[in-house]
């Protein structure tokens, strides 16, 4: 691991803000004159797919023999390749496979044909981070990581706007590397709002640790806990529901569009003192621990092991499909789809799994 994977500590109580890089520091002659072959059509696949094609950028997508995906990106107006052909092909390889069978896919079908000149990215730096991907030291490693889901990134490119991204590099062999993850960047949007340099090591270390203690994993077991609390002392399912899920959504919208700050402006003055009163009381110091406890379980690769285990076990992600299948069934399940058919819909988000979603059995 090179020293520019290391994530740097800032331990200063005050530190100069991070320099954000917009179109006008990236070239986009740099993309527009290299063949990107992207590896996978899911999520991200398709919306970075479709934002290099609308750049201009000439695409190869890269999939498995008898992918279902194939005929959707075809439809789509991409050529479509098996992985090695894809590879052979493409100046930039970006890998857009689930984290899971991106180390099994290299080593079968890309490494072989990853010669000096060609440019290895990817949106997560997981697999170097952790070491499941060791590519050759004569070539390129970039990151270019989205911060938004596949769907955003496409919706907000389509109006033209975009979603910020973070940059990062591993190994820059060609003196351009820095270059050419900037120029990828910003023909799928991300300069438009907002670009951040990073590392591997601290993109894929915060994006795991926010994933598990906040955004899948702390504010679903709160939303989920409070339902239950309501419900089990009585209350209708359906408001409980109302206050404790639906309403969420309001919430992290005027946080995400106005800060924390704002959001206590607009809402009831009961709400903000019982927030303020509460909150604490909810989140403790054992709940800091136990995020502290989440983030070294990170740093130290004992999470990255345990959902590589998960998934090379011979009845392969038994836990993982269990807990999905359970979540699934919950009331709160039951009782948000009744009402979300009930009321008048808003727009809905077309669910794009990654491909290959289960690529261990489609094999």
Same mark, same amino acid.
């Given at each position: 691991?090179?020293?520019?994977?290391?994530?740097?500590?800032?331990?200063?109580?005050?530190?100069?803000?991070?320099?954000?890089?917009?179109?006008?520091?990236?070239?986009? #002659? *740099?993309?527009?004159?290299?063949?990107?072959?992207?590896?996978?059509?899911?999520?991200?696949?398709?919306?970075?797919?479709?934002?290099?094609?609308?750049?201009?950028?000439?695409?190869?997508?890269?999939?498995?023999?008898?992918?279902?995906?194939?005929?959707?990106?075809?439809?789509?107006?991409? #050529?479509?390749?098996? *992985?090695?052909?894809?590879?052979?092909?493409?100046?930039?390889?970006?890998?857009?496979?689930?984290?899971?069978?991106?180390? #099994?896919?290299?080593?079968?079908?890309?490494?072989?044909?990853?010669?000096?000149?060609?440019?290895?990215?990817?949106?997560?730096?997981?697999?170097?981070?952790?070491?499941?991907?060791?590519?050759?030291?004569?070539?390129?490693?970039?990151?270019?990581?989205?911060?938004?889901?596949?769907?955003?990134?496409?919706?907000?490119?389509?109006?033209?706007?975009?979603?910020? /991204?973070?940059?990062?590099?591993?190994?820059?062999?060609?003196?351009?590397?820095?270059?050419?993850?900037?120029?990828?960047?910003?023909?799928?949007?991300?300069?438009?709002? /907002?670009?951040?340099?990073?590392?591997?090591?601290?993109?894929?270390?915060?994006?795991?640790?926010?994933?598990?203690?906040?955004?899948? /994993?702390?504010?679903?077991?709160?939303?989920?806990?409070?339902?239950?609390?309501?419900?089990?002392?009585?209350?209708?399912?359906? *408001?409980?529901?109302?206050?404790?899920?639906?309403?969420?959504?309001? *919430?992290?919208?005027?946080?995400?569009?106005?800060?924390?700050?704002?959001?206590?402006?607009?809402?009831?003055?009961?709400?903000?003192?019982?927030?303020?009163?509460?909150?604490?009381?909810?989140?403790?110091?054992?709940?800091?621990?136990?995020?502290?406890?989440?983030?070294?379980?990170?740093?130290?690769?004992?999470?990255?092991?345990?959902?590589?285990?998960?998934?090379?076990?011979?009845?392969?992600?038994?836990?993982?499909?269990?807990?999905?299948?359970?979540?699934?069934?919950?009331?709160?399940?039951?009782?948000?789809?009744?009402?979300?058919?009930?009321?008048?819909?808003?727009?809905?988000?077309?669910?794009?799994?990654?491909?290959?979603?289960? #690529?261990?059995?489609?094999?």
């Amino acid at each position: 691991m090179t020293d520019d994977m290391q994530t740097e500590r800032k331990t200063d109580a005050v530190r100069e803000p991070a320099h954000i890089y917009k179109e006008q520091d990236c070239n986009p #002659e *740099i993309i527009a004159n290299s063949v990107v072959s992207i590896i996978g059509y899911g999520a991200q696949g398709h919306a970075q797919a479709l934002n290099l094609k609308d750049s201009g950028v000439h695409v190869i997508v890269g999939l498995r023999p008898g992918s279902p995906n194939r005929k959707v990106a075809q439809d789509a107006g991409f #050529e479509v390749a098996d *992985i090695d052909e894809a590879t052979k092909k493409g100046d930039l390889i970006m890998m857009l496979i689930p984290d899971e069978v991106q180390a #099994e896919t290299y080593r079968e079908h890309i490494e072989p044909y990853m010669t000096s000149d060609k440019t290895l990215a990817f949106a997560h730096g997981f697999n170097i981070l952790f070491e499941k991907i060791k590519p050759s030291p004569d070539i390129d490693v970039i990151l270019i990581a989205p911060k938004g889901q596949g769907h955003m990134l496409r919706r907000m490119f389509s109006i033209g706007s975009g979603v910020p /991204g973070l940059v990062g590099v591993a190994q820059d062999v060609s003196g351009r590397a820095w270059d050419r993850a900037f120029s990828y960047a910003q023909a799928i949007g991300c300069a438009r709002m /907002g670009i951040l340099k990073t590392t591997f090591a601290e993109e894929a270390t915060c994006d795991l640790f926010g994933e598990q203690a906040v955004l899948c /994993g702390g504010a679903m077991e709160l939303m989920r806990a409070g339902f239950q609390t309501l419900v089990d002392a009585g209350y209708q399912p359906e *408001i409980a529901y109302f206050e404790c899920i639906h309403e969420m959504k309001l *919430i992290v919208d005027l946080v995400y569009e106005n800060g924390f700050g704002d959001m206590f402006k607009v809402i009831s003055n009961t709400a903000e003192f019982g927030g303020y009163r509460t909150g604490k009381t909810i989140v403790t110091d054992q709940t800091r621990a136990a995020m502290r406890a989440c983030l070294k379980d990170i740093e130290d690769g004992t999470f990255a092991s345990a959902w590589m285990n998960e998934c090379t076990t011979p009845q392969g992600k038994t836990d993982f499909t269990a807990e999905r299948a359970a979540h699934a069934e919950g009331l709160e399940e039951i009782v948000g789809k009744r009402l979300r058919s009930a009321f008048t819909p808003c727009e809905k988000v077309t669910i794009r799994p990654q491909e290959p979603q289960d #690529e261990r059995e489609q094999k």
